[in-house]
């Protein structure tokens, strides 16, 4: 009787809606996926998930220009491709998203801190302004900050920043 009734509890748990539920909209993992947006996501579903992008253009098309992108200033994403079908970049430009409590104007300090010394490190210029890139290689991560304030970050495919840096 008591399996029985443990049984029944597991079920019903089961079937609930919170355990059906997608992880946090907000969760950032690393080389992986920003809140339901995965890498390799065709950009027709996350056009589908997130309804029509935002016409202007994305900050983080101005730090990867050689991607297409694709924004929501709703949700403060955007989404880079190279072939106009699958996801290569996920990036940040606003919200609450913080991985490892280090999101948007966060400090250098914060990030290095949250993960280390990073496997790139290095400025560029993007409309006057210096840009410093903090990449973590091995779990595919980029801040973008100006001022030591990050203003950007990004995901993207571990083992790929020859790529991402060449883009910027």
């Known amino acids: 009787m008591r399996f029985l009734l443990v049984l029944l509890v597991v ?4 079937a609930s809606p919170v355990a059906g539920q997608v992880a946090d909209d907000k969760t950032v993992v690393p080389g992986v996926r920003i809140g339901r947006c995965t890498l390799m996501t065709p950009i027709p579903e ?3 998930m997130n309804g029509p992008s935002s016409s202007r253009p994305s900050v983080a098309s101005l730090l990867v220009s050689d991607a297409t992108w694709y924004s929501w200033d709703s949700l403060g994403i955007a989404a880079g491709t190279h072939d106009r079908r699958s996801t290569a970049y996920l990036a940040v430009y606003d919200g609450d998203y913080a991985p490892r409590g280090a999101g948007i104007r966060a400090s250098r300090n914060a990030v ?3 993960y280390g010394e990073p496997t790139y490190e290095g400025d560029f210029i993007v409309q006057g302004r210096t840009i410093t890139v903090l990449a973590y290689d091995k779990i595919g991560l980029a801040y973008f900050l100006q001022n030591d304030v990050v203003q950007v970050f ?3 495919h571990p083992g790929n920043i020859h790529s991402l840096i060449i883009a910027c």
């Not at 079920?11 to 089961?14: K, R």
């Open 11 to 14: 079920l019903l748990a089961g």
């Open 46 to 48: 996350l056009l589908r």
């Open 112 to 114: 290095l801190t949250a």
């Open 154 to 156: 990004l995901i993207f």
